[in-house]
């Protein structure tokens, strides 16, 4: 089992609809959680982060953080064209080594105008 | 938040040449730096973690002869690609790793650098 995983898509939303994207992660020592979007050309840029059960919002997008279930979820509200981008999980755990940083296989969403 | 550059963002050089591609944190310390490659409608893949005063860690299957990294403060790591051949050629991103509160680690991720070797 791969330590994140994402659906790769591509998920086709029409404009205005929610988009729902998930992440499951294998490692239950895993601390914090982030989501990165990325166009196509360019690097990726972060959206927001999350380490605590429950919901966190900003603006449109909506973070979902289930650690007893060991999946992690972005909400995109009231999608756009624009939002038409590769999403990437990422899952940050401490060892004894440090800080590590894993990054699922990302998510095409379409946004269809 | 907290801005990474790359430099240069794009080059295009002859089969046999190096290339230097410099990352930096503008705002803030990173001991911590991360270089990546992607390739056309690929993942990210980690080629190796750059730690500030001390030796990259390189990621199973990649060269160390042939990408040489340099972290030399604490806002500056660079990947030296020796040799540079055309199967080479991809976009190469850096990113900088950012402690805040909690001992929470954030990666911010630079522009990228599209190498092009003819």
């Known amino acids: 089992q791969k330590e994140v995983e994402q659906n790769s898509g591509p998920l086709s939303v029409p404009e205005g609809a929610i988009a729902s994207l998930n992440c499951t992660y294998s490692?239950?020592?895993?601390?914090?959680f982030f989501w990165y979007r990325q166009y196509s050309g360019k690097s990726p840029e972060l959206i927001m982060f999350?380490?605590?059960?429950g919901d966190k919002e900003d603006g449109r997008f909506t973070a979902q953080l289930n650690k007893a279930s060991q999946y992690v979820s972005l909400l995109i509200r009231d999608s756009q064209p624009s939002d038409s981008a590769t999403y990437l999980c990422?899952?940050?755990?401490?060892?004894?080594?440090?800080?590590?940083?894993?990054f699922g296989p990302g998510t095409r969403l379409s946004v269809l105008p | 938040g907290a801005v990474v550059s790359q430099h240069p963002s794009r080059v295009i050089c002859k089969s046999g040449t190096s290339v230097k591609i410099e990352c930096r944190s503008l705002?803030?310390?990173?001991?911590?730096m991360f270089w990546y490659r992607q390739f056309p409608k690929q993942s990210l893949m980690l080629m190796a973690t750059s730690n500030e005063g001390s030796k990259a860690t390189y990621e199973q299957g990649v060269e160390k002869d042939k990408f040489l990294i340099n972290h030399a403060s604490l806002t500056l790591s660079t990947l030296t690609v020796t040799s540079a051949h055309p199967e080479d050629s991809s976009f190469y991103i850096c990113?900088?790793?950012?402690?805040w509160g909690r001992g929470t680690d954030t990666q911010y991720f630079g522009p990228g650098t599209r190498l092009t070797v003819l």
């Open positions: 990113s900088a790793r950012a402690t």
């Open positions: 705002d803030f310390q990173a001991t911590t």
């Open positions: 999350i380490y605590s059960n």
């Open positions: 990422a899952v940050n755990r401490r060892d004894n080594y440090g800080q590590n940083f894993v």
């Open positions: 490692d239950r020592g895993s601390q914090s």
